[in-house]
């Protein structure tokens, strides 16, 4: 299926129906009195986050979604039937906004959540609604209210803990394939990857992350070069940034100058996703000779001035994986942990309620007495 994470809509609610003006018309029944009914609501449109998807595409062929409108009330104290609701299924992270300003209305982060879209109008008023011990013969009634027309934009943001970044053909696809569930295209050129992919990492017994892995960036992606920062978005959820180096470059590239031009497409493209932790992880190891590891390692640290963790492994061997995975859980783990804050109304600790001795009996109490 083809990766889509962005959707311009168009939803319009359905009118409400129209009030009705009847009089009650019966044999021996002179005077039957109003009997307008009033008219049914219009459909409103909603969006429910659906665990099960992970792409717009079904809003990339259809723009247009109209619900229909209330019935109009009828004679005989009938009122209209409403219109039935339309429910828009997308992915969990989807961000609903404004087309024309831009402005977000929603962002669906929890599965199954509904937000309204657009409101269907309300119905009319029949002369019934108008009937009062003064006004016997109301002859007044009121149109159905239309409904809300909005212009959308859909823009989705996978959810995942940990994104994968580097230059092109630095390995990132590989490693994702070699941790995780996920089967990216891999291929021996640059831009094998043109969309994100997710894989979902089991590290034992109800301990697992998700890793987002997304095109590699190169130098210039600010003014478009290669994919441009069109798939950065989706590391801004993310809580680590493992930064992928090629740490053996067959075209003698330096990999301290790819890592600086990747921090500095960082900055230009947001500085909250600049400013998360990110670990640098220093792919194929098995194409560096043993007796070289150590030595390259620490010229390259020495270099970049790098003080965060650093990783060496095989995303083909899988040599240092194990090490890597870990590690990340215990980091993943630990930002999953919310501490309960105390309740500043309950003073007395539970542990002094039960040590406490029982209040004496009261004298006045007549069970005492």
Request: hydrophobic share 40%.
């Amino acid at each position: 299926m083809k990766f889509v994470d962005e959707a311009e809509i168009e939803v319009i609610a359905g009118n409400g129906g129209n009030g009705c003006v009847s009089f009650r018309r019966e044999k021996f029944i002179p005077f039957g009195g109003p009997n307008g009914g009033d008219g049914g609501r219009g459909g409103s449109i909603f969006a429910v986050a659906d665990r099960n998807l992970n792409t717009l595409i079904d809003f990339r062929y259809t723009r247009r979604y109209e619900a229909k409108g209330g019935e109009h009330g009828r004679g005989s104290d009938q009122y209209g039937a409403a219109a039935g609701d339309i429910e828009l299924r997308v992915p969990v992270g989807t961000i609903i906004r404004d087309a024309a300003s831009d402005e977000p209305l929603a962002e669906l982060m929890v599965p199954d959540e509904r937000i309204l879209l657009a409101r269907g109008g309300d119905g009319g008023f029949g002369n019934l609604h108008y009937k009062s011990s003064t006004n016997r013969t109301p002859r007044q009634s009121t149109k159905g209210w239309p409904g809300e027309r909005r212009e959308l934009k859909l823009e989705l943001r996978v959810l995942a803990d940990v994104g994968l970044l580097g230059m092109p053909n630095a390995g990132k696809s590989t490693l994702i394939t070699a941790i995780s569930n996920a089967r990216p295209k891999i291929a021996d050129y640059p831009f094998t990857t043109l969309h994100p992919n997710l894989g979902v990492v089991r590290v034992g017994p109800s301990q697992s992350f998700v890793v987002a892995d997304i095109p590699g960036l190169i130098e210039g992606a600010a003014e478009g070069a290669g994919l441009g920062h069109q798939f950065l978005r989706h590391l801004q959820r993310t809580g680590l940034l493992l930064h992928l180096v090629d740490f053996a470059p067959f075209d003698g590239v330096d990999p301290v100058q790819q890592v600086r031009a990747i921090v500095t497409e960082l900055k230009k493209y947001d500085d909250e996703l600049h400013a998360k932790p990110r670990w640098i992880v220093l792919n194929k190891l098995d194409m560096v000779p043993a007796e070289e590891r150590e030595a390259r390692r620490k010229d390259f640290l020495k270099r970049l001035r790098w003080k965060g963790p650093v990783f060496e492994v095989s995303a083909l061997t899988r040599e240092g994986c194990e090490p890597l995975i870990r590690a990340i859980w215990q980091h993943v783990a630990l930002r999953q942990v919310h501490p309960v804050e105390p309740d500043a109304r309950f003073d007395t600790p539970a542990q002094a309620l039960a040590e406490a001795p029982p209040p004496a009996p009261d004298a006045d109490d007549p069970r005492f007495r």
